[in-house]
Structure formats: C-alpha cells, structure tokens
C-alpha cells in the first residue's frame, strides 16, 4: 500500500515482517535512502501510518482487521541480527 503526502511518500506491504518504507522524493527521487530509521522523520512516519490506516478504514478495505504490524528499521547503532545502513537506506540480513 502507498501513502503520497507532499513529498514524502509511505510504503507498507500486508506481509509479516516486511520493512515499511519512507521516501521524501523531492530530495531523493530514486527512493534510494528509506527514512524510516531516521529519528528526524519519527514524527512523519508515524502521522503518514495513521493516516494509511484511518483511509483503509474510510474506504472500507475489508483485511484492515489482519493487517500486520508495522516492522521498522531498527535504530542505528543498536544490537540486532541485521545492519541498517542510514547513509544509503539498505538493510543487510
């Protein structure tokens, strides 16, 4: 699913464990550097994940109820199985 406001542009799959994804394209029209683990734009992801879900809700998307929950980036620097690369947007497994 996709969420255009402005230049900020909101990706979320309906798989589990997918990676959401934001982009402001006006700075990064290739979509190369995902900000989701950018704390600058916490703020941003967060107001562009309700306003996906309160449009599935007003368009009546029957699978809202199964969706699952959003899977982020985690912060740099913090110990996890995977490395995110914030300079580039890539996550490593």
Not at 15 to 38: K, M, S
Request: net charge negative.
């Amino acid at each position: 699913m996709l969420l255009r406001e402005g230049p900020c542009k909101y990706i979320r799959t309906l798989e589990e464990g997918e990676n959401e994804e934001l982009y402001d394209v006006r700075t990064d029209p290739q979509e190369l550097q995902n900000l989701v683990g950018d704390k600058a734009h916490r703020a941003r992801l967060l107001a562009m994940r309700g306003n996906l879900v309160a449009e599935l809700r007003r368009t009546g998307a029957p699978f809202i109820a199964e969706m699952p929950e959003p899977h982020e980036f985690p912060a740099p620097g913090t110990q996890s199985p995977t490395t995110f690369f914030p300079d580039t947007g890539l996550l490593t497994l």
